[in-house]
Protein backbone atom coordinates (compact mmCIF):
# COMPACT_ATOMS: atom_id res chain seq x y z
CA UNK A 1 0.00 0.00 0.00
CA UNK A 2 1.19 3.45 -1.06
CA UNK A 3 1.11 6.25 0.93
CA UNK A 4 -0.04 9.58 0.44
CA UNK A 5 -0.33 12.41 2.02
CA UNK A 6 -3.75 13.90 3.65
CA UNK A 7 -4.79 17.08 3.09
CA UNK A 8 -7.41 18.51 5.68
CA UNK A 9 -10.24 20.12 3.28
CA UNK A 10 -12.40 23.10 4.46
CA UNK A 11 -14.98 24.97 3.15
CA UNK A 12 -12.69 28.02 1.94
CA UNK A 13 -9.84 26.95 -0.09
CA UNK A 14 -8.10 29.65 0.90
CA UNK A 15 -8.54 31.52 4.15
CA UNK A 16 -5.45 33.77 3.75
CA UNK A 17 -7.58 36.66 1.47
CA UNK A 18 -10.11 36.58 4.37
CA UNK A 19 -7.94 36.92 7.14
CA UNK A 20 -6.28 40.21 4.92
CA UNK A 21 -9.76 41.93 4.38
CA UNK A 22 -10.54 41.27 8.44
CA UNK A 23 -6.75 43.32 8.79
CA UNK A 24 -7.49 45.82 6.44
CA UNK A 25 -11.37 46.17 7.79
CA UNK A 26 -10.44 46.02 11.37
CA UNK A 27 -6.87 48.76 10.75
CA UNK A 28 -9.59 51.44 8.37
CA UNK A 29 -12.12 51.77 11.52
CA UNK A 30 -9.34 52.00 13.98
CA UNK A 31 -7.70 54.69 11.82
CA UNK A 32 -11.18 56.75 11.67
CA UNK A 33 -12.27 56.12 15.46
CA UNK A 34 -9.14 57.88 16.22
CA UNK A 35 -9.16 60.29 13.73
CA UNK A 36 -12.49 61.41 15.18
CA UNK A 37 -11.03 61.03 19.07
CA UNK A 38 -7.80 63.02 18.41
CA UNK A 39 -9.27 65.86 15.54
CA UNK A 40 -9.63 68.98 17.26
CA UNK A 41 -10.35 71.02 13.66
CA UNK A 42 -9.14 74.31 12.07
CA UNK A 43 -10.90 76.39 13.54
CA UNK A 44 -9.13 79.96 13.31
CA UNK A 45 -11.41 82.82 15.90
CA UNK A 46 -12.13 85.98 14.19
CA UNK A 47 -8.96 88.79 14.45
CA UNK A 48 -9.68 91.50 17.17
CA UNK A 49 -10.16 94.73 15.65
CA UNK A 50 -7.23 96.87 14.92
CA UNK A 51 -8.68 100.56 15.40
CA UNK A 52 -10.82 99.94 18.23
CA UNK A 53 -10.24 102.24 20.86
CA UNK A 54 -10.91 101.98 24.63
CA UNK A 55 -12.94 103.53 26.80
CA UNK A 56 -16.50 105.75 26.71
CA UNK A 57 -17.45 107.01 23.26
CA UNK A 58 -19.17 110.65 23.13
CA UNK A 59 -20.74 110.21 20.02
CA UNK A 60 -22.71 113.22 18.01
CA UNK A 61 -26.66 114.07 19.16
CA UNK A 62 -27.25 113.47 15.05
CA UNK A 63 -26.23 109.70 15.15
CA UNK A 64 -29.59 108.87 17.53
CA UNK A 65 -26.71 106.42 19.42
CA UNK A 66 -28.43 104.18 22.33
CA UNK A 67 -27.88 100.88 23.74
CA UNK A 68 -29.48 97.45 23.22
CA UNK A 69 -29.87 94.83 25.55
CA UNK A 70 -29.93 91.22 23.86
CA UNK A 71 -30.86 89.60 27.15
CA UNK A 72 -27.29 87.80 27.43
CA UNK A 73 -25.21 91.15 26.55
CA UNK A 74 -25.36 94.98 25.69
CA UNK A 75 -24.38 96.15 22.51
CA UNK A 76 -24.05 100.27 21.56
CA UNK A 77 -24.64 101.08 18.35
CA UNK A 78 -25.59 104.58 16.44
CA UNK A 79 -29.37 104.56 14.96
CA UNK A 80 -28.23 106.75 11.99
CA UNK A 81 -25.74 105.13 10.21
CA UNK A 82 -23.84 107.49 8.15
CA UNK A 83 -21.68 106.99 5.32
CA UNK A 84 -18.14 109.05 5.13
CA UNK A 85 -16.67 110.21 2.34
CA UNK A 86 -14.22 107.95 2.25
CA UNK A 87 -17.15 105.03 1.84
CA UNK A 88 -16.97 104.31 5.67
CA UNK A 89 -19.80 103.87 8.09
CA UNK A 90 -20.04 106.02 11.44
CA UNK A 91 -21.63 103.40 13.46
CA UNK A 92 -20.27 103.87 17.08
CA UNK A 93 -20.17 100.15 17.66
CA UNK A 94 -19.64 99.79 21.21
CA UNK A 95 -19.08 96.62 23.27
CA UNK A 96 -19.61 97.66 26.99
CA UNK A 97 -17.42 97.11 29.88
CA UNK A 98 -20.13 94.90 32.13
CA UNK A 99 -20.31 92.21 29.04
CA UNK A 100 -18.55 89.62 29.36
CA UNK A 101 -18.32 88.23 25.88
CA UNK A 102 -16.24 89.52 22.62
CA UNK A 103 -18.51 91.46 20.05
CA UNK A 104 -18.26 91.67 16.12
CA UNK A 105 -20.59 93.11 13.73
CA UNK A 106 -20.90 92.91 9.76
CA UNK A 107 -23.33 95.16 7.72
CA UNK A 108 -24.97 93.41 4.61
CA UNK A 109 -27.04 94.72 1.38
CA UNK A 110 -30.64 93.59 0.68
CA UNK A 111 -29.33 91.00 -0.96
CA UNK A 112 -26.82 89.61 1.69
CA UNK A 113 -23.70 90.25 0.39
CA UNK A 114 -21.40 91.63 3.45
CA UNK A 115 -20.39 95.12 2.84
CA UNK A 116 -18.57 95.56 6.28
CA UNK A 117 -17.03 93.57 8.72
CA UNK A 118 -15.26 94.56 12.24
CA UNK A 119 -13.15 92.70 13.91
CA UNK A 120 -13.86 91.63 17.16
CA UNK A 121 -14.02 94.22 20.67
CA UNK A 122 -13.62 93.40 23.43
CA UNK A 123 -15.09 94.56 26.85
CA UNK A 124 -14.73 98.14 27.47
CA UNK A 125 -14.01 98.76 23.54
CA UNK A 126 -15.11 101.13 20.63
CA UNK A 127 -15.06 101.49 16.99
CA UNK A 128 -16.31 104.67 15.62
CA UNK A 129 -16.32 103.73 11.92
CA UNK A 130 -16.03 100.90 9.87
CA UNK A 131 -14.19 100.20 6.99
CA UNK A 132 -15.67 98.56 3.45
CA UNK A 133 -14.94 95.32 2.28
CA UNK A 134 -14.62 96.43 -1.39
CA UNK A 135 -14.78 99.77 -2.25
CA UNK A 136 -17.48 99.28 -4.57
CA UNK A 137 -20.42 100.77 -2.50
CA UNK A 138 -23.74 102.82 -3.86
CA UNK A 139 -23.94 106.28 -2.10
CA UNK A 140 -27.35 107.75 -1.35
CA UNK A 141 -29.64 105.75 0.77
CA UNK A 142 -29.24 101.88 1.24
CA UNK A 143 -31.04 99.65 3.18
CA UNK A 144 -29.06 97.40 5.17
CA UNK A 145 -28.88 94.18 7.84
CA UNK A 146 -26.51 94.42 10.36
CA UNK A 147 -25.34 91.56 12.71
CA UNK A 148 -23.88 91.87 15.93
CA UNK A 149 -22.46 88.19 17.08
CA UNK A 150 -21.38 87.67 20.65
CA UNK A 151 -18.41 85.26 21.66
CA UNK A 152 -17.63 83.79 24.55
CA UNK A 153 -13.78 84.96 25.03
CA UNK A 154 -12.00 81.40 25.96
CA UNK A 155 -13.76 79.25 23.55
CA UNK A 156 -15.35 81.56 21.20
CA UNK A 157 -18.88 79.82 21.27
CA UNK A 158 -21.52 81.69 20.25
CA UNK A 159 -23.01 83.68 23.00
CA UNK A 160 -26.33 85.20 20.88
CA UNK A 161 -26.48 87.58 18.10
CA UNK A 162 -28.97 90.69 16.97
CA UNK A 163 -29.62 91.52 13.64
CA UNK A 164 -31.11 94.66 12.90
CA UNK A 165 -32.13 96.76 9.72
CA UNK A 166 -31.06 100.18 9.14
CA UNK A 167 -30.74 102.46 6.76
CA UNK A 168 -27.00 103.86 5.99
CA UNK A 169 -27.27 107.56 4.72
CA UNK A 170 -24.69 109.87 3.44
CA UNK A 171 -23.74 113.17 4.91
CA UNK A 172 -25.54 115.22 2.69
CA UNK A 173 -28.40 113.18 3.13
CA UNK A 174 -28.84 114.29 6.51
Known amino acids: ?7 LKTRFPDNRILIIICI ?7 AAVLFQFFYTGSY ?9 LEGIPNPPDDVSYGEI ?23 YFVNPEENDVHLMC ?17 PGEYLVNLEPITKNISGGR ?12 ETYYSK ?15
Open 24 to 30: IVTTALT
Open 44 to 52: SPPPFEAKA
Open 142 to 153: DNVTVEIYAFEP
Open 69 to 91: NSGSFLVGFAGIIQRNDDDSLQV
Open 160 to 174: GAIVLKNTVVDKEYE
Open 1 to 7: MRNQPTQ
Open 106 to 122: TIADDNGGELYKSGLLR
